[in-house]
């Protein structure tokens, strides 16, 4: 069974920064993209920002110049550093990524369970 986990989620100041990450743990063959997406209460999830297997990277246009998507491959981990945070970020942060392992036929779509992001005015 493969499980993203996320961390580094919790209550940041607005104009602070913060460091989520991702790390997908099980029997792994191979990591495609990967992505992090967010959901505030009462709005529709967003995809915030997302990265290749090759470190080609996208952003919505909410977080771009103030959001880092990177990642490990070695270690199977994505992060989003979150700087010059904003009290509008304020929500679950999604880990998702493509996956391909033992048990199917080509890549499977994954998600963690989210962590929560708070930013204070």
């Known amino acids: 069974q493969v499980q993203l986990v996320e961390s580094g989620g919790g209550l940041v100041q607005a104009g602070g920064s913060l460091r989520l990450s991702c790390a997908a743990s099980g029997i792994i063959l191979s990591v495609n993209v990967m992505n992090w997406y967010r959901q505030a209460p009462g709005k529709q999830r967003e995809l915030a920002a997302t990265i290749t297997w090759g470190g080609s990277t996208n952003y919505a246009d909410s977080v771009k110049g103030r959001f880092t998507i990177s990642r490990d491959n070695a270690k199977n981990t994505v992060f989003l550093q979150m700087n010059n945070v904003k009290p509008e970020d304020t929500a679950v942060y999604y880990c998702?990524?493509?996956?391909?392992?033992?048990?199917?036929?080509?890549?499977?779509?994954?998600w963690g369970p989210g962590t929560q992001v708070t930013v204070s005015s």
């Open positions: 998702n990524a493509d996956i391909r392992t033992w048990g199917v036929t080509g890549f499977k779509n994954y």
